[in-house]
């Protein structure tokens, strides 16, 4: 079992920079591939980016491509989300999960097992 705690959030200009933590407690840390989504008022929770359980590949959905990575170190038990050139649009709740078992990336919500509370980015015009 892995437990996530989401931070780094907040409010940000267009075009500012944020970056997000995401620290995971439990054993299989290194094992489990690791995503970031977001939820905006009224619409669905949206993929935003995936990474392997060893960090090795990462991807990233199309409306954030270029301007976000994703990351991970096992070492500290963390993956991070590094969001430039930020827009309006931009502005959800974003939630960091973890997937149980050794695997690839997964973009669809239903294909991970734990979630973190979430972390409200917020991006004025």
């Known amino acids: 079992q892995v437990q996530l705690v989401e931070s780094g959030g907040g409010l940000v200009q267009a075009g500012g920079s944020l970056r997000l933590s995401c620290a995971a407690s439990g054993r299989t840390f290194s094992n489990t591939p690791m995503g970031w989504f977001r939820q905006a008022p009224g619409k669905e929770r949206e993929f935003v980016a995936g990474?392997?359980?060893?960090?090795?590949?990462?991807y990233s959905a199309d409306s954030v491509r270029g301007r976000f990575t994703i990351s991970r170190d096992n070492a500290k038990n963390s993956i991070y989300l590094q969001m430039n050139s930020l827009k309006p649009e931009d502005t959800a709740v974003y939630y960091c999960?973890?997937?149980?078992?050794?695997?690839?990336?997964?973009?669809?919500?239903?294909?991970?097992?734990?979630w973190g509370q979430g972390t409200q980015v917020t991006v004025s015009s």
């Open positions: 999960a973890a997937k149980a078992g050794i695997g690839g990336i997964y973009t669809r919500a239903i294909s991970y097992d734990m």
């Open positions: 990474i392997t359980s060893d960090g090795g590949s990462t």
